[in-house]
């Protein structure tokens, strides 16, 4: 496919998700309370957006994953929460 | 159009949802062994899961004309309990022999716990003394990477084990190459939310190639959707993709994987 008919196929959808994120980081602003390691995650996956770079959907998805390589002691958990807490946190 | 579903769990759906597998050109479900959304309290709960799989659900499908097939074991998310887990493991030898049984899946990691990891090697041994075909699950969202490459070790190590015969599901772009890069067979997972969109996982065909690579639904109790697969070679044809390459991808991929298996036969 040409750039323009992807640009024709996806665009519309592109736009959609970047307004719905950037409603949640103002929903995010107005709501009181502190951040936690999600939104300094996601804040630090956007900056992997900005450049020329290729491969952005496997940096964002690396940015966002565990990077420690020995197992945990053991599952305290059964869910995932779509960002690394750090090791401090007992993820890793 | 005809395709395989290659991971579903239909226990957890509707009856609907065979009619519509059906009626998209669905030619066989493939459903690996799962978690029930809670922990079993029992090897016996387990027991009847195995009867449930290989009994109940292909009697289900087939009133619809759909060839069901399993894979058996302990999901990853209840092998924390490893005495649990040997027990449950004793209980699959006999059903192996069952008709619609394909191999030990879907085994794998969840939090990537020294547990799990002793639970996967002892599948991986399961599997290879009874020289089945493997069904990985890879875990989900920050935990994939590390768990995909902890599981690509285990298998590694054991030298019995054929990559050709492994087929690890839910990759995304930051785990297929290494998957296919080791020679195994990389499953892509079509959800609304996590893991892939139809759009992702054609992308993932458009740089990695269409070899040793096949699409599901893994439908289950969750937000997910059974004609996913279907749904995403509607997206193909609209990216340009012919009729045959959409073929090769959902029909002649998994039935390529799976026939290794001599159980696995289509109705001609």
């Not at chain 2, 499908?61 to 069901?68: E, I, N, V």
Request: with cysteine.
């Amino acid at each position: 496919m040409t750039r323009e008919q992807i640009l024709d196929l996806y665009f519309l959808e592109a736009r959609g998700k970047l307004i719905e994120l950037a409603a949640f980081l103002d929903r995010v602003d107005r709501a009181p309370g502190r951040d936690d390691f999600r939104l300094t995650a996601l804040r630090d996956a956007l900056r992997l957006l900005g450049g020329n770079q290729p491969d952005r959907a496997k940096n964002v998805l690396t940015a966002f994953s565990d990077p420690t390589a020995e197992p945990i002691p053991a599952a305290t958990t059964k869910s995932a929460c779509g960002a690394w807490p750090g090791a401090a946190a007992g993820g890793g | 159009m005809r395709y395989i579903e290659p991971h579903a769990h239909m226990v957890s759906r509707v009856t609907d949802d065979y009619v519509h597998l059906a009626t998209a050109g669905c030619q066989a479900v493939c459903e690996p062994a799962f978690w029930a959304g809670f922990d079993r309290s029992s090897p016996a709960g387990f027991f009847d899961y195995f009867r449930q799989l290989t009994e109940h659900e292909p009697k289900r499908a087939a009133k619809y004309g759909l060839a069901h097939f399993c894979w058996l074991c302990l999901n990853p998310k209840e092998s924390e309990d490893v005495k649990l887990a040997e027990e449950v493991l004793a209980l699959i030898p006999p059903f192996l022999a069952r008709p619609g049984v394909l191999g030990i899946g879907e085994i794998g990691l969840n939090k990537n716990s020294r547990n799990e990891l002793k639970v996967l090697e002892r599948h991986v041994d399961l599997a290879a003394r009874h020289d089945q075909l493997i069904l990985v699950h890879t875990p989900h969202l920050e935990d994939k990477l590390k768990g995909t490459r902890l599981t690509l070790d285990v298998l590694r190590a054991d030298a019995r084990i054929r990559p050709e015969r492994v087929i690890i599901d839910h990759v995304e772009e930051h785990t297929v190459k290494l998957v296919l890069d080791r020679g195994h067979w990389a499953g892509l997972t079509l959800y609304p939310v996590s893991k892939c969109t139809p759009a992702r996982a054609i992308d993932i065909l458009d740089v990695c190639g269409p070899e040793r690579l096949w699409m599901n639904s893994a439908c289950d109790w969750g937000e997910s959707l059974p004609l996913a697969v279907p749904h995403t070679a509607l997206e193909m044809r609209r990216r340009g993709w012919t009729p045959e390459q959409i073929d090769q991808v959902i029909f002649q991929n998994p039935l390529q994987f799976l026939r290794q298996c001599p159980k696995f036969k289509l109705a001609s």
